[in-house]
């Protein structure tokens, strides 16, 4: 093999194809994640550390009514998150409609662990 080509190859194999620069994608969020709510009727959820979930509900407290849920296929969904905006690939479920000021509302980070089923993270109370 002529010499250049040895080179070629031996250059070409210790790149590994991925970037040693690249940053490494976020967590898992556990119950260990902070969240926060912006104010107003359609307010910014924020959670830190920066991790991952799969779903944004935010419902009645005291009542099974939800007001909207995001859902996205894999784990990719980020803080912020703005309430009643479907993020790039989610599903949305629900009005999305302001929420009413001096109503309680329940806000809850969820993860899938199956086809089925889905375990909520951590969540948090919010009066508009």
């Not at 902070?34 to 920066?50: F, H, K, N, Y």
């Not at 109503?103 to 980070?109: D, E, K």
Request: hydrophobic fraction near 40%.
């Amino acid at each position: 093999m002529h010499p250049l080509r040895v080179l070629a190859v031996l250059a070409l194999a210790s790149c590994g194809g991925s970037d040693p620069a690249a940053p490494e994608p976020p967590a898992l969020c556990t119950a260990a994640t902070t969240l926060s709510v912006g104010p107003g009727a359609s307010p910014e959820i924020r959670w830190s550390p920066d991790c991952v979930v799969t779903s944004v509900a935010v419902m009645e407290s005291g009542a099974a009514v939800m007001r909207w849920v995001i859902r996205v296929p894999d784990t990719t969904l980020r803080s912020p998150q703005r309430y009643g905006v479907a993020p790039p690939g989610g599903t949305v479920f629900g009005p999305g409609t302001p929420l009413v000021s001096g109503q309680r509302y329940l806000v809850l980070l969820g993860l899938r662990t199956s086809e089925t089923n889905e375990r909520t993270v951590t969540s948090a109370t919010y009066i508009p």
